[in-house]
């Protein structure tokens, strides 16, 4: 048995921490401590075998007291309840942290996509919209893309729910589902706003550090939506991707490793591995492998006491949701790494998630340079509040976010009051 504690323990303490600093009351504390609702569904979905198999989703409702749910939906074999709750805490206190009106959920099916093909991971997925029923809504709680799912996922969901519910008012709920493609509602700048939002992020970090963005190097992993985009982004102003890991293996480059290459690679053939101008590298040289940035873009507790000693970097920006365990942020702090925690480096997709919700409502449509425009604003004006509170309360950049986070929930409910 590992004394570690689980990823939903670790959040919550975290949270508890952060209430802490900013006296928030016992009630609330109570309230944050858990999610509001667990889902879980059991569902057959027929096979192309002919076969019937049996799947389990859920969803998770952390908390909707500043706007409906909101989070994404993972499809993942390592799938279980406890980091579920994990992940729907961090998106409330994402969603609080860079002020967009939402609560926070997480949900997903427990299954390994690239086993099956994709006319079942289409009846999968409608069949567990289907099931979900009126657990998720338009202005209830309102699923996106995670690990595993994408663009294509999200309009199966969006189709099957407008057409289980009033057939007079379909176009009129699109907004039950971000992170659809434009031709499907979505919003453009969708695919790269997480990667986007993290440069803004940086953008900031290195104004302050005296560091130029266009000189560092930096290394990945994940190369899926958040890392293949965050790579192209970064290497578009001059910076290097030195090394990079994913499900498959890990390869590093000290004169650099084409991103865009790589993506059409990792589209090709499923993961980085056998990419030609690259070397091959254990995966302890890659996380050992010297960069400016390190960006974990990929699954949770990546960073924890074996690896983060490894790490021989500036700053880690977190792309995935909970990359670094206590542990591991403990040994970070101690080797004077800074962190951008992944409640505020990632929050570009949920961000730019809320602006489809947004334009579906109004039934419009934005330039991407509008989308950029206020995705940077948001961005940049959440770390100014992180940071603020960073120095007046003279704590790391993590506890700070959270802060922020609970004291705006706090402002929220003390305004509403709790019910009854
Ligand atoms: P994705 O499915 O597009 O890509 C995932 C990548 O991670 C792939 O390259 C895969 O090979 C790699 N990977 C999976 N398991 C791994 C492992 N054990 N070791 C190393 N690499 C592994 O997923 P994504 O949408 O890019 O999400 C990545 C992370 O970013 C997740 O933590 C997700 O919660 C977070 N995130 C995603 C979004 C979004 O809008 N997609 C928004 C915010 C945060």
């Keep these: 048995m590992s004394d570690r504690p689980s990823?939903?323990?670790?959040?919550v303490n975290q949270v508890m921490s952060a209430c802490e600093l900013?006296?928030?009351?016992?009630?609330?504390?109570?309230i944050l401590s858990q999610p509001k609702n667990e889902v879980v569904i059991h569902f057959p979905v027929r096979m192309d075998s002919g076969?019937?198999?049996?799947?389990?989703?859920?969803?998770?409702?952390?908390?909707?007291?500043?706007?409906?749910?909101?989070g994404g939906m993972r499809y993942r074999n390592e799938l279980d309840l406890d980091s579920g709750k994990a992940l729907a805490t961090l998106m409330t206190m994402k969603n609080s942290l860079v002020e967009i009106p939402?609560?926070?959920?997480?949900?997903?099916?427990?299954?390994?996509?690239?086993?099956?093909?994709?006319?079942e991971i289409m009846k999968i997925?409608?069949?567990?919209?289907?099931?979900?029923?009126?657990?998720?809504?338009?202005?209830?709680?309102?699923?996106?893309?995670?690990?595993?799912?994408?663009s294509g996922t999200m309009a199966w969901m969006m189709d099957t729910y407008v057409n289980s519910h009033d057939s007079l008012n379909r176009s009129a709920n699109m907004h039950?589902?971000?992170?659809?493609?434009?031709?499907?509602?979505?919003?453009?700048?969708?695919?790269?706003?997480?990667?986007?939002?993290?440069?803004y992020v940086l953008e900031e970090w290195a104004r302050e550090r005296y560091v130029d963005l266009s000189e560092c190097t930096f290394a990945v992993q994940g190369f899926g939506q958040v890392g293949g985009f965050a790579a192209r982004i970064l290497d578009g102003v001059g910076a290097k991707l030195v090394a990079v890991n994913d499900i498959g293996g890990s390869l590093?480059?000290?004169?650099?490793?084409?991103?865009?290459?790589?993506?059409?690679?990792?589209?090709?053939?499923?993961?980085?591995?056998?990419?030609?101008?690259?070397?091959?590298?254990?995966?302890?040289?890659?996380?050992?492998?010297?960069?400016?940035?390190?960006?974990?873009?990929?699954?949770?507790?990546?960073?924890?006491?074996?690896?983060?000693?490894?790490?021989?970097?500036?700053?880690?920006?977190?792309?995935?949701?909970?990359?670094?365990?206590?542990?591991?942020?403990?040994?970070?702090?101690?080797?004077?790494?800074?962190?951008?925690?992944?409640?505020?480096?990632?929050?570009?997709?949920?961000?730019?998630?809320?602006?489809?919700?947004?334009?579906?409502?109004k039934s419009e449509q934005w330039e991407l340079s509008e989308v950029d425009a206020k995705l940077k604003l948001y961005m940049t004006k959440a770390y100014a509040r992180l940071r603020r509170v960073q120095y007046e309360k003279k704590v790391n950049a993590r506890l700070a976010a959270y802060a922020v986070s609970v004291d705006r929930l706090q402002a929220a409910y003390l305004e509403r009051g709790i019910f009854p």
């Design 22 to 30: 900013m006296d928030v009351e016992p009630g609330i504390r109570l």
């Design 7 to 11: 990823f939903f323990e670790a959040t």
């Design 176 to 199: 039950v589902v971000t992170g659809k493609r434009p031709i499907c509602g979505g919003s453009k700048g969708r695919d790269k706003a997480v990667g986007q939002g993290m440069f």
């Design 252 to 361: 590093r480059r000290a004169n650099g490793i084409d991103p865009k290459a790589l993506a059409d690679w990792v589209r090709e053939h499923g993961s980085v591995a056998g990419y030609p101008d690259a070397e091959v590298c254990s995966r302890e040289d890659f996380f050992s492998t010297k960069c400016d940035i390190f960006i974990p873009a990929a699954v949770q507790e990546v960073i924890d006491e074996k690896t983060a000693p490894q790490l021989k970097c500036k700053l880690v920006c977190e792309g995935a949701n909970g990359p670094t365990t206590p542990a591991g942020d403990a040994i970070l702090a101690e080797r004077g790494i800074e962190v951008v925690p992944d409640i505020l480096a990632n929050a570009g997709g949920v961000i730019v998630s809320y602006f489809e919700w947004v334009q579906n409502k």
């Design 51 to 70: 076969e019937f198999k049996l799947f389990m989703g859920y969803r998770i409702q952390h908390n909707n007291v500043l706007g409906p749910y909101k």
């Design 125 to 150: 997925t409608r069949r567990f919209t289907h099931a979900l029923s009126n657990n998720i809504g338009p202005e209830y709680d309102i699923p996106g893309p995670d690990l595993g799912t994408d």
């Design 102 to 119: 939402f609560g926070g959920a997480k949900g997903g099916i427990k299954f390994d996509p690239s086993l099956h093909s994709e006319n």
